[in-house]
């Protein structure tokens, strides 16, 4: 296996073989919570235009997604686990739009197979890796809003690579370093009620889940996530 780091939508959209789409704080961590309270899928939408016209087409959906880290004003959701944790998603269809997270993945048009990842569910994507074994891995750092490096993307990106090899570093000593990087310091702000310093922890609650959360059918602006857990335990 071949492994390549790469950033933001412009790197997904190299990505062949297998693309890994890392989003910590807070997409894929999201969406990893959501799939655990029972939703049955997720619509992932490259636009917040996308996910209304989705929402238009299926009223009984639920809007999820940030821009700016804030919630949009008609969404049902913002894009945090401590938010949606509440909530009841049993059998429920959550269309979701992110600033970086979901416009990455729709990016990754090249590759065979698009998988999203964050340190909840790192684990698991390092086994089911290390099972398909593809030539290629693309690990694709959504970032900061798309446009700047996000130490955490990058962090669980080296430590998915160490796991497929059979190391095991400590996580702790990541989250320590993250609640000073850039991209996290508002889960810290009190003036910022959009990014809830709980939203941080659990984000770094690394491996939580054995899940495997793979991009199904897709059209230009929108693709399906679902969930695959018990083949990779």
Avoid: W
């Avoid at 999203?116 to 089911?128: E, L, P």
């Avoid at 290629?136 to 998915?160: M, P, Q, T, W």
């Amino acid at each position: 296996m071949k492994f390549h780091i790469v950033h933001y939508a412009r790197g997904a959209e190299k990505a062949r073989g297998l693309a890994v789409v890392i989003d910590v704080f807070r997409a894929f961590s999201v969406a990893c919570y959501a799939f655990d309270q029972g939703a049955e899928k997720i619509v992932a939408a490259e636009t917040l235009d996308a996910a209304r016209a989705v929402k238009q087409k299926y009223p009984h959906y639920l809007l999820m997604g940030e821009r700016h880290a804030k919630k949009p004003l008609d969404f049902d959701l913002g894009n945090s686990p401590s938010e949606i944790g509440g909530k009841d998603l049993f059998g429920k269809t959550l269309v979701h739009s992110t600033h970086a997270g979901t416009k990455a993945l729709l990016a990754a048009r090249g590759a065979d197979t698009v998988i999203t990842a964050s340190f909840v569910n790192a684990a698991a994507v390092a086994r089911y890796i290390a099972r398909t074994c593809p030539d290629d891995v693309y690990l694709v750092c959504a970032g900061f809003e798309g446009k700047s490096e996000a130490l955490e993307d990058v962090l669980c990106a080296r430590y998915i690579r160490q796991l497929v090899f059979g190391e095991n570093p400590d996580v702790a000593p990541m989250a320590q370093q993250l609640k000073t990087a850039a991209s996290a310091l508002r889960f810290f702000d009190p003036q910022d009620p959009h990014s809830p310093e709980a939203d941080f922890y659990m984000c770094m609650d690394a491996n939580r889940f054995n899940c495997v959360i793979r991009k199904t059918e897709a059209d230009k602006a929108t693709c399906v996530l679902k969930p695959f857990f018990s083949r990779f335990s």
